[in-house]
């Protein structure tokens, strides 16, 4: 079992920017990947940003140069920055955590940008 703490969701105007936070709690092995999903409005989920135990990092093409992925301080924890915010950005980010063993989701956090 996981429990997921997910802060930082909320309202931005476009051009602003929001920070996302997301740290696991549960008895994990290890961390193979950590990172952010998205549901817009209208459109399938799709994969935002991710991390990798091997240091590498990914990136949707609609957030390349505006998203920072990184890890937190503290075991399990994804930040994301999200700078320079769009309309299309609005929607609902899921943390999860990726195991040798498992797939972790968290609740989930509302994002909405205003023109």
């Known amino acids: 079992q996981a429990k997921f703490v997910e802060s930082g969701g909320g309202l931005a105007r476009a051009g602003g920017s929001l920070n996302l936070s997301c740290t696991a709690i549960?008895?994990?092995?290890?961390?193979?990947?950590m990172g952010w999903y998205r549901q817009s409005p209208g459109q399938q989920r799709e994969l935002v940003a991710e991390?990798?135990?091997?240091?590498?990092?990914n990136y949707a093409d609609s957030v390349k140069g505006r998203f920072i992925i990184s890890k937190g301080d503290a075991a399990f924890t994804v930040n994301m920055q999200m700078n320079s915010l769009e309309a299309e950005d609005t929607g609902i980010y899921t943390c999860?955590?990726?195991?040798?063993?498992?797939?972790?989701w968290g609740q989930g956090l509302q994002v909405t940008v205003s023109a």
């Open positions: 999860y955590l990726l195991t040798p063993l498992n797939q972790y």
């Open positions: 991390f990798n135990s091997g240091g590498s990092t």
């Open positions: 549960g008895s994990f092995t290890s961390l193979y990947e």
